[in-house]
Every structure is written in structure tokens, then in C-alpha cells.
């Protein structure tokens, strides 16, 4: 969706393609599903240009096009490796169709290899495969695609690598041209990367409970290193979405296949477990021990805030152990409504405080900041707010007579609550 409404404002003429009849309906209305600030705006815009159209059917949307771009899922395999199916699928379905000297471009996370998959797939010399991975961070998609950091265009084609490029020629934004093989690794090592900087600020966190010091102090004294920066140090409930998890297993794997022992990257991943573990034991700790029972007002469900995502997010895994472990949940997102398994999802964020014995932030939305605190105390059965966000202003917590918890930070104790 992003790929192909920003690709239209910057004046090409897209068609965007999907196999859901119904999806296709309502976006060829401008309907867009999907919380993604400004790309509904980018849709109604390139639709009423004439630049943006949405179609069933790719045999016959490719047969003049000068670019296809590779836009389908590559979720993880049960083993931990990328799910190429739906690659591989589309390029069969396409290949004997496709101009002569069209770019068959892979915007999928794809594995190093991938290229070469397809060009064998599509068996034919006048069709150049190209990697143009992208870096586009749910809920600022648009902004992202609009202003990148880089571009970055790989084939061992490279005279279509640089035309790939060039596509984005009104974007300030420099090119990074590659053979085939480092533009696919390029987007793993990136995702990758983070994840090993989120895992070590959680684990960095743990430090600081167990040793007196403040995660927000350490983090901000780290952030002031320009070799290090500021981004991807805030502790939380675990990293998750649709891209982390899948990536760094799919990167394991890539490793594995051949024969390197990828020990860092697997050692992120399991402080990752641990650390989804670890706030479960928070939680349980303001409850007494015991969460069979205990009724938990969860604020946040998706996997950040910004989007309505849920895919492997930290905030439903932490959710569904809590559940399995017999507590009763009540649960609010400004973005999630409809049913979810295992806990009542409510519309309004003062319902999850009701008869609560905890209360648990779990996404960082900026409203529950705004939440009038003392009325959440007068609703709740409990007095402890363990928030995984460190979203909170403890001192706002305490003074409305509740206990504040946060993740690599001291507690704030609570003044006693009187009834």
C-alpha cells in the first residue's frame, strides 16, 4: 500500500494488484483499512489523478509495465525460515508475460539467494531481477518512504539496479547501489541490528533493577554518544511486529545454511523470550504471586503505538501468558476493537480499571498518559500500576494514591489508599 501510493505522488503511474476481490473493492473507493497516518490522504490523491489503480489480477496489469515490484508477505516458516511461497507464486504466475527489459523488483524481505531464485524462476535473460528492500517503520510508513535515510537498489544487472533507482529521483535521499546478494542482506542486517540493540537496553534494564541505578539516566548519558544515538533505547515488554521476529530467525537461518553460528543473534532472541517472562513475574509480584484469579486491566494491545498492528506483538504475547496462567483480563486500545481470544477487549480506557486489582501499560500510547489517574485509583480494587513502557509520570501515579512500577526504574511507592 505505502510501496504504491508514494510511488504514484512521485508521479509514476502505479497498479497495485491483489488477490482479495473485496480488499481491491474497497480500496478502488478509497478505502483504506490499514492505521497508517497520511497514506489514506496519498490513496484519494493518486486515485483522482489517474496515477493509483487497484486490480485483480497481475497476468494482465504487468503485460506494459516497465517495473513490477514484489510486494507480497514473507512470514516465518514453522523452522524459523522465510516463507517464499508467495514470491515464488507470483513470479510463476507472471513471468511469461512480462515486457522485455521490465524490472522484476523484490521489495519482500527476502533472503540472500533470492534474486537469483526468482531470475531462474522467470527463466528469461531480457527480464533483470532487482533488490530495492525497504525501511519503512509501521506508523510512519508515509514519512519514512517520503524522507528515507537511503535507498537501497541491488542486482547483478547494474544498469538496472541504478534505473530502479533513479525512480526515485525527486527523493533528497542517497543511493546505495549493490550487486544482488548485499542488497538482500542489507535489510536483514539493519532489522537485525535493532533487535540486538533492544535486547541489550532490556537486558541493561534488568541491571538496573537488580543494582539500584535508572534505566532513563543510563540511556540518556549512552544517548549523548553520536557512535551510539538515541533511537531503539527504550526498554519494554519484548520487540515484536511484523518484521523483527521473522527477520532475525530467518537471518539464524541464513547462517545456518552456511554452517555459521550466528551466537549473538540467538542470544537476542532468547533475551527477548526473557524478557516477555520477566514482566509476567512483575505483573504476577503486584498481584501477590498468584495470578490465577487476579483481574488485570491491560492498557495497549498493539505491537506499538501508531498502528493497529497485532502481529507478533509483546503486548498480546505478555496478554496471552497472563491468561494461560488464569488471570482475567480487560483490555483497551484506541486502535483495536472486535474480539480477542482469552480477554474482554472494551472501548474506553477507564473500563479496564474497574474492580482491577493491577493495572498494566503495555503500549506506549500517548493518551493513557492523559488518563485522570485518580479516577482510574477510585475504579481500581488494587493499587498497582506496573507500567512496561516507562510511559508514565511516576509522580502523577503516586499522587493519585497509587504504586507506579516501571522497567529499569525505581519504584515509586504508594501513599496509602483509604476507602
Not at 329 to 346: Q, S, W
Request: aromatic share 6%; net charge negative.
Amino acid at each position: 500500500m505505502t510501496t504504491g501510493a508514494c510511488l504514484a505522488s512521485l508521479g509514476h503511474f502505479v497498479t497495485c494488484v491483489d488477490v482479495d476481490r473485496a480488499k481491491v473493492s474497497r480500496l478502488a473507493a478509497g478505502r483504506v483499512d490499514i492505521l497508517e497516518p497520511g497514506l489514506d490522504d496519498l490513496v484519494h490523491r493518486g486515485i483522482a489523478a489517474g496515477r493509483l489503480q487497484f486490480v485483480v489480477g497481475a497476468r494482465d496489469a504487468v503485460r506494459h509495465a516497465q517495473a513490477v515490484f514484489l510486494c507480497v508477505p514473507t512470514p516465518m516458516e514453522a523452522g524459523g525460515s522465510a516463507d517464499l511461497r508467495a514470491v515464488e507464486a507470483v513470479t510463476a504466475e507472471i513471468g511469461d508475460v512480462l515486457p522485455a527489459g521490465c524490472a522484476l523488483v523484490t521489495k519482500s524481505t527476502v533472503p540472500v539467494g533470492t534474486s537469483k531464485r526468482i531470475q531462474d524462476l522467470v527463466g528469461r535473460t531480457d527480464v533483470p531481477v532487482v533488490s530495492n528492500p525497504e525501511f519503512l517503520r509501521e506508523g510512519t510508513a508515509v514519512a519514512d518512504f517520503l524522507g528515507p535515510d537511503r535507498i537501497v537498489v541491488g542486482s547483478d544487472d547494474l544498469a538496472a539496479a541504478r534505473w530502479v533507482g533513479e525512480l526515485y529521483a525527486e527523493l533528497d535521499a542517497p543511493v546505495v547501489v549493490a550487486d544482488a546478494a548485499s542488497a538482500e542482506l542489507v535489510k536483514y542486517a539493519a532489522n537485525c541490528y535493532l533487535a540486538l540493540k533492544l535486547s541489550y537496553v532490556n537486558s541493561i534494564a534488568e541491571l538496573c533493577e537488580r543494582l539500584g541505578a535508572d534505566i532513563d539516566l543510563v540511556t540518556e548519558g549512552m544517548g549523548y554518544d553520536r557512535r551510539i544515538g538515541r533511537t531503539f533505547l527504550k526498554p519494554g515488554p519484548g520487540w515484536g511486529g511484523s518484521c523483527l521476529p521473522k527477520d532475525t530467525s530467518a537471518l539464524v537461518k541464513v547462517a545456518e545454511s552456511v554452517n555459521y553460528d550466528f551466537t549473538m543473534l540467538t542470544s537476542a532472541i532468547d533475551e527477548n523470550l526473557a524478557q516477555r517472562d520477566r514482566i509476567v513475574a512483575k505483573i504476577a509480584g503486584a498481584v501477590g504471586g498468584t495470578l490465577a484469579g487476579a483481574r488485570i486491566g491491560v492498557l495497549g494491545l498493539a505491537f506499538k503505538a501508531g498502528t493497529n498492528d497485532l502481529r507478533d506483538s509483546p503486548a498480546l504475547a505478555v496478554s496471552s501468558v497472563l491468561c494461560a496462567l488464569g488471570a482475567e483480563l480487560i483490555a483497551y486500545d484506541p486502535a483495536i476493537d472486535g474480539e480477542i481470544a482469552g480477554m474482554t477487549v472494551v472501548d474506553d480506557a477507564y473500563q479496564v480499571a474497574k474492580d482491577a486489582d493491577v493495572v498494566v501499560v503495555l503500549t506506549e500510547w500517548a493518551e493513557f498518559k492523559h488518563l485522570d489517574w485518580a479516577a482510574m485509583a477510585e475504579l481500581m480494587e488494587g493499587i498497582d500500576v506496573v507500567d512496561t513502557r516507562n510511559l508514565l509520570d511516576p509522580r502523577v501515579i503516586v499522587d493519585a494514591g497509587l504504586s507506579w512500577q516501571g522497567v529499569g526504574r525505581p519504584r515509586a511507592a504508594a501513599r496509602i489508599k483509604v476507602s
